[in-house]
């Protein structure tokens, strides 16, 4: 390609920002032209439950930072970079809090937080080990396959965030269906793969031997190359460590640059393709019969009078209704500043089908409120105006991208003509990153006519 990757991930965020459908996608598009422009690789350890993920990831870092046990224990991901000793636990509803590493099991241990009824997004650590240095972020993730569904769940998940892959394998168990499932996915995102065969300290001889050999032909296979990196270990007690951790950094960091530049390709390709799934939905919500399109609109007419009444009981119960001081009611009503617009994007998904982004602000977790001046009245207009005006904004912006209630035949004609052009100009954009079509093609001898207005 001509152009280079970071060219082609800031040209598809700016068409991407044009259109109110697609705010998510532009999001990912943001946060990996950022990527990109810092050379930060994001290093996970993905595989099914109990293959001691993180006992290699603590063997790797050189101290036991992450908690392990006999049971599954991680259901989110613990994200580890380099800096001063810090950890904190991120929210789904954008609240960071600071604690000890001592505490974590608390939050990411399936025994003391069962399906994840804390609504913990990850975990986030710094720490001074030599392997993080070079902007190497190394994430323990959620075994897959186990009886605790969030985990799997949360694990796909992360997988799009990957740019190079640990995978553990382990010889207490063969290459299995789920194993090969995860494999396929993690091929979409990820440029480079490591191979890692736990537990190798238990077997011996002829039977170790065999193992790996299996291991590699069939790898070879599924990930069609001849060029596999797998490495017997044993996160427990050192064998093969050294050797892992010296091709990891020699690939990590002499390489980096490579690996972000073909992840971030596969990356802009999944977000091309969720963008364009998303206004494929968009189409068949506007194509629905009046009536079912009537009904649709009237339901969502009924969540936003559901939000506003739900605002309005917020601030009584919190007694942001009274003229008092409340120390630290700033800071609650920024949380559920931030839940109340995950509740309208949830209602949007629900009810049309389709996806509706906010950026969510991040806010520090306080353990000491702080000193606080303004009346909680007035604290509680402001969340009132704030929240009303999330629903009029959406209720225009539906209006709008619906196009019902818009009696401007002009202003149709021409939202669905640059919605078209958006679509086109993605579609051309995902063919030339999949090696379908020339960067620069030669002019078309056949001029482009507004026909046939719906794709």
């Known amino acids: 390609m001509e152009k280079n990757i970071l060219n082609y991930i800031e040209e598809t965020q700016a068409l991407l920002e044009t259109s109110e459908l697609l705010g998510a996608e532009a999001s990912r598009a943001a946060a990996l032209a950022e990527k990109l422009r810092e050379d930060s690789i994001t290093v996970s350890v993905i595989g099914q439950f109990k293959r001691g993920k993180s006992c290699l990831v603590n063997a790797l870092l050189g101290c036991s930072l992450l908690p392990t046990g006999i049971v599954p224990v991680t259901s989110a991901a613990a994200k580890v970079s380099w800096g001063k000793p810090e950890c904190s636990v991120v929210f789904t509803n954008g609240v960071i809090k600071s604690v000890d590493p001592e505490q974590l099991g608390e939050y990411i241990n399936e025994q003391k937080n069962p399906g994840n009824i804390l609504g913990v997004d990850s975990v986030e650590m710094k720490t001074e080990s030599e392997f993080l240095k070079g902007g190497i972020t190394l994430v323990d993730t959620p075994g897959i396959g186990s009886f605790h569904k969030n985990n799997t769940d949360?694990?796909?998940?992360?997988?799009?965030?990957?740019?190079?892959?640990?995978?553990?394998?382990?010889v207490d168990s063969p290459i299995n269906e789920i194993e090969i499932d995860i494999l396929r996915n993690t091929k979409e995102f990820a440029a480079k793969f490591f191979f890692a065969v736990n537990k190798i300290d238990t077997i011996g001889g002829e039977d170790r031997k065999a193992y790996i050999d299996y291991c590699r032909s069939l790898l070879k296979q599924l990930m069609n190359t001849e060029d596999v990196n797998l490495m017997?270990?044993?996160?427990?007690?050192?064998?093969?460590?050294?050797?892992?951790?010296?091709?990891?950094s020699e690939d990590l960091k002499n390489r980096v640059h490579e690996i972000l530049e073909e992840s971030a390709v596969l990356?802009?390709?999944?977000?091309?393709?969720?963008?364009?799934?998303?206004?494929?939905?968009y189409w068949k919500v506007l194509l629905m019969p009046s009536a079912v399109l009537n009904g649709t609109i009237k339901a969502m007419d009924d969540k936003m009078e559901e939000m506003r009444n739900?605002?309005?009981?917020?601030?009584?119960?919190?007694?942001?209704?009274?003229?008092?001081?409340?120390p630290g009611l700033e800071s609650v009503l920024a949380v559920k500043m931030n839940e109340f617009k995950m509740a309208l994007s949830n209602g949007v998904t629900e009810i049309f089908g389709m996806d509706y982004h906010y950026e969510l602000p991040q806010l520090a977790f306080e353990s000491e409120s702080k000193d606080a001046y303004e009346l909680a009245s007035s604290l509680g207009r402001k969340y009132l105006e704030e929240t009303g005006k999330l629903c009029s904004d959406l209720d225009r912006v539906m209006q709008n991208v619906l196009l019902f209630r818009n009696s401007d035949a002009a202003d149709v004609a021409t939202r669905i003509y640059q919605l078209n052009k958006l679509t086109r100009t993605l579609k051309r954009t995902l063919r030339v990153l999949q090696g379908l079509e020339e960067e620069n093609p030669a002019p078309s001898t056949h001029p482009l006519t507004m026909t046939n207005l719906c794709p």
């Open 154 to 170: 949360a694990a796909y998940a992360f997988i799009k965030e990957s740019d190079a892959v640990i995978f553990m394998l382990s």
């Open 310 to 326: 739900l605002a309005a009981t917020q601030v009584h119960e919190l007694e942001a209704d009274r003229d008092i001081i409340i």
């Open 267 to 281: 990356k802009l390709k999944d977000i091309i393709s969720s963008a364009l799934s998303q206004i494929e939905l």
């Open 232 to 248: 017997p270990i044993s996160a427990k007690d050192g064998t093969g460590l050294d050797e892992l951790r010296k091709v990891l």
